[in-house]
């Protein structure tokens, strides 16, 4: 099993920076999510706590080979939970990788939280584990090749997530 983690502060507001959640994607940095579904939407009518299901259709960018040797195609799809928890100023996000998910799979969570001077902090993390224990060095490798890929899209995600935050600010300050 192999980890990826990363931290930072997002210039917004925790109300903007979760409001914008639902924004976030299309965006022209990740140009690999095409396509978002909601399956579910609920409000807790006790604690207030908003929970969505989405499904991420993505295009994969997997080489040739992996794809012919395991099967599939380049569609990918990911599951998204996301509980926003309004009176405690909490949100997570979590994913999981349907497609192939026999060989791989990459476990997700994001954290959002108020940080001073009406920013965001932004916390990460990924567990990516390939399940071919036959070839332990061909699950390694693959690992490897998988975060490699995972810290890419995290970094398009942070500036296109950005764009949109900053798209909305300008908005909101152009609104009537």
Known sequence: MHFFQQSFLYDHSWA????GLNFKYPNSRCTHVLSIDVLDRTVDPKTGIIRTERILGC???????????FGGSEDAFVREITFVDPARQEATVTSVNLS????ATCFE?????PAPDNRTAFTQTAEIQARM?????????LEKWL???????????????TDVLRALSE?????P
């Open 147 to 161: 975060v490699e890929r995972f810290e890419q899209n995290a970094q398009l995600g942070k500036l296109g997530f």
């Open 16 to 19: 903007h920076v979760v409001s």
């Open 109 to 113: 969570r994001i954290r959002y939280s």
């Open 59 to 69: 295009k994969q960018k997997a080489p040739g080979f992996v794809v012919k040797l």
């Open 100 to 103: 192939l998910s026999q060989f």
């Open 133 to 141: 224990t036959l070839w332990r060095s061909a699950a390694d490798g």
């Open 171 to 175: 908005e909101r300050q152009t609104a």
